[in-house]
């Protein structure tokens, strides 16, 4: 009776709840190749889809005199939208061109942040500064194979380049996540708070090129490409600060903070279901 009494009294926010999901649960089918049948030129559950979609866009306006409850779940119900709607490229649904295009664009900000982490063990006390150059050192070496793989492949999006580059973000990924697993085991906190905030914005960046490299990889290779992920994402995640990431997606992409946020939640979840 609860539940139903909730419904009743907060019609706005249930039915926005239940459209969200319908966008969700329309967006898992689509990923796993379930359409449910044609419907025109695109299949059902596009269409459910959509429809649930342009409900809830109506369902997100701001009617004068609405409650600031109201209000705050309508503006999240349409981020949630809006980033389902428009998903990161590496959310899937791209052609292998637009994929190398959007991982060489990420190049440089992953150079930036490299040569971030370089300059971070001076800033450590003199007994941690040893401790994070050792559990960084490979970065650079990483980092330029990755750019290097990564431009090759937007110049000939071929097999063999793409399996050169699902082969070296796996190993960049590992190196981030021991480093990640290194650098909390600092016990000095302000050394701890330094370190882990150089290394957020490779991984925020990794995890983005992962995520691309995923979204045009055969599930077969996804999970060949899992098998070789040894340090799970679960065993960092609690290292990482969410909203630094949403804040390093939002800046790239030029999007708002709560739609980047949004995204950075379903790479996640989808790298976690894939085995990394």
Known sequence: MNSISNIWNH???SAAGMLISVVTIAGVLSQQGITLGSAGTGTVVTLVS???SALLGLLAQDPGGASTATNSTAKLGAWALIALLLPLPFLG??????VARDIVNWTPALQSAVATVDSTASLL???DAPIFAAATTGFDAASTALVSQAKAYLANPSASLLAQLQSQVVIFQQ????????????????????ALTALQAVATIVSAILALVQSVSSKAVVAQMASQSTIKLAAV??????SEAARIVAGHYGEPVDMARVQVAQVEQSEMRAGF
Do not use: E, F, W
């Open 93 to 98: 649904g791209c052609s292998s061109a637009t």
């Open 125 to 127: 006390a003199p007994a």
């Open 175 to 194: 190196q981030v996540n021991a480093s990640l697993m290194q650098a909390a085991r600092i016990v000095n906190p302000a050394s701890q708070q330094h």
């Open 50 to 52: 959509g429809l649930a």
């Open 11 to 13: 019609p706005k926010t």
């Open 237 to 242: 995640r609690s290292y990482m600060d969410g």
